[in-house]
């Protein structure tokens, strides 16, 4: 049986990996820790790196900071 889809809206992007990382991301996704798939692993990793470069306001772009600000 097919697993519903995603109820959270987002845009597919399309990313090179080193085959390494592909085979890391394989392995985490069969214990279906971080998402059921190489790609919502991947997913996962990719929104919690940019989560983390947020959150760190010595690292956020100007643009964003501005946002912030007002």
Request: charged fraction near 20%; aromatic fraction near 4%; hydrophobic fraction near 40%.
């Amino acid at each position: 049986m097919a697993r519903p889809k995603s109820s959270s809206p987002g845009i597919k992007v399309e990313v090179t990996l080193a085959q390494q990382s592909v085979d890391m991301l394989k392995e985490l996704a069969t214990h279906g820790i971080y998402g059921r798939s190489p790609a919502e692993v991947g997913g996962r990793f990719i929104e919690q790196a940019l989560q983390q470069f947020v959150d760190a306001p010595k690292l956020l772009p100007a643009t964003v900071r501005s946002a912030q600000q007002g």
